[in-house]
Every structure is written in structure tokens, then in C-alpha cells.
């Protein structure tokens, strides 16, 4: 009970720095070498962050708090710890199931951070449907945060957002 209530505190600080991107995550337990804050996902049962080359490994051999059988793939626990980490990140629970299969790379980050490009993706979602056309949405998603990532590097400021370049005219 003890380290569950420890969990969720850290869980809730965790989830602070990942929305302010600044501070310090609380793992549960550190890599030997130095790994980027992006790296660290909650285990869903424990809410405990982990390094992702971690993450199986506490699914398999050390969780206490495990309520129900895991597959024992570790892309599936990966998913869902995205999906857990994307549903605090996200107002908008459909975006959160969503992007969860997406890798957690600086895609993922542009998708997270721009408002425009996130109501696109729900205009899409109302107008296609959630699940049937989700590859779809995904696809076209990627394609907007390419074009957000190559104007980021060549406007050299990586807080630019969609709306902003559009209203600029940069384009």
C-alpha cells in the first residue's frame, strides 16, 4: 500500500515535469548510463517510471502490484504505458488512444505540444470515426509534424507551432 501511495506521488510529479518539460523525473530505477527524460514510462499497474529498455523487464520479474496478465511482448506494455502517459498529457482522451502506437520519438513530442495540429486530428476523428481510419489519421499527423519538425530546424526555435507559421506566413 506503502509503495503504491509512493508511486502515485511520483507518478503526479513525473507527469508535471513531462507537461512543464522542466525538472528532475523520479524513477523508480535509473539506468547505469544517462538517458533523456523522454526515455522514462509509467509501468500502467504501478504508475512507477521506468527507462523504456527497462520496462519489460520490471513487467516480468519484479512488479508486486501487477493486477492482470500482461502479454509478455514488450511493445505492448510499451503501447500502454504511452497511451497512460498521453491520456494525463491529453485532454482529449481519443487522441490519447490514438498516438499510443506512435513511437516516442520528436514526432510524438511536436504532436503533443501543438494545439493545431491536435485539432486536426480530433476533426478527422469526428468526421472518419475513431478506429477505423486511425493509420490514416496517424499518417496524415506525421506528415504535418515532419513539416513542424523541418521548419523548427530551419527557423532555428523549437517552440514554433503550426498556428504561429501559418499566421506568419512563413509558408
Known amino acids: ?3 503504491k501511495l509512493w508511486n502515485q506521488g511520483n507518478f503526479l510529479q513525473n507527469i508535471k515535469v513531462l507537461k512543464s518539460g522542466t525538472g528532475n523525473i523520479i ?3 535509473r539506468p547505469s548510463e544517462d538517458v533523456p527524460h523522454t526515455w522514462y514510462y509509467p509501468y500502467p499497474d504501478c504508475l512507477a517510471f521506468y527507462c523504456k529498455t ?3 523487464r520490471h513487467m516480468q520479474e519484479e512488479c508486486q502490484l501487477k493486477t492482470k496478465t ?4 514488450e511493445e505492448s506494455v510499451l503501447t500502454e504505458s504511452r497511451e497512460l502517459l498521453l491520456t494525463e498529457c491529453l485532454a482529449d482522451k481519443r487522441l490519447a488512444n490514438l498516438y499510443a502506437p506512435m513511437k ?3 514526432i510524438l513530442n511536436v504532436v503533443k505540444n501543438d494545439l493545431l495540429i491536435n485539432q ?3 476533426c478527422v476523428i469526428d468526421k472518419q470515426g475513431q478506429g477505423r481510419q486511425d493509420r490514416y489519421i496517424r499518417q496524415r499527423v506525421c506528415e504535418l509534424c515532419q513539416v513542424m519538425s523541418f521548419m523548427q530546424k530551419q527557423l532555428d526555435n523549437q517552440h514554433l507551432q503550426l498556428a504561429t507559421l501559418i499566421k506568419t506566413k512563413r509558408i
Do not use: I
Open 54 to 56: 527497462e520496462l519489460w
Open 27 to 29: 524513477p523508480a530505477k
Open 120 to 122: 486536426f486530428a480530433s
Open 104 to 106: 516516442g520519438d520528436h
Open 70 to 73: 500482461k502479454k509478455s511482448e
Open 1 to 3: 500500500m506503502t509503495c
